[in-house]
């Protein structure tokens, strides 16, 4: 893969559907990008095996061989430090960052959460949507800042839930469209279409009011 291309890290810790749905845009040129390298803070996280199979650069960064949050995260900085990474990609990655590694990257940490935030930050988050009997549920890509599941959000997808609905149905859906809206965010931000100044997100050099909701229009950008 070319080194000019914006050279992306993924970082994970579990199944790594996202990372494979990532793989697979990357590979059928619907992102300029190449993934450097991918860390699980997990030694058995499936997405590891996935990334292999890609041919793409492992890390295993065990949390539990860490005293601290920040030394963990000074070992994770350490290991990006060698790579030209131009975009952190979190991909169910199940730990928080500390302020110091978010303020090396500021502006160029994304995440994926699977609600509509500000909803249901944290775990459980399809089970919660069904207690609370809500009508839509769905899922949010935000840039990631000092705060759990609080950074600018850029876009979000939203699916309806229906009365038979159990966790794992409804998010079997969500996850669906998480498939679509992380490649989408990361292609806008490779080429320069997306950035984060003064905890403002700018799209096409505008600034965002409020988060941008998937459309029709949007998938064909993936095609
Ligand atoms: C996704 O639902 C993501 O939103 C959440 O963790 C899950 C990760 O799934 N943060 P996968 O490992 O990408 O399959």
Redesign the pocket.
Known sequence: MSNTSCQIAVL??????????IIDHIQQGHIDASIACVISNNPN???LLRAKQANITTHIIEHENYATRETFDAELLKTLRVYNIKLIV?????RILSPNFINEYQGKVL????SLLPKYTGLH?HERALNANDAEHG?SVHFVTAELDAGPLIIQAKVNIKKSDSPESL?KR??EK?HIIYPLTMKWFCEGRLELKASQVYFDNKPLEQAIILNSEHENELQ
């Open positions: 994970i810790s579990g199944g790594g559907s996202n990372l494979q749905s996280a499936y997405g979190l991909a169910g990655f199940m995440n994926i959460h699977p988050t899922c998010a969500v996850l998480e």
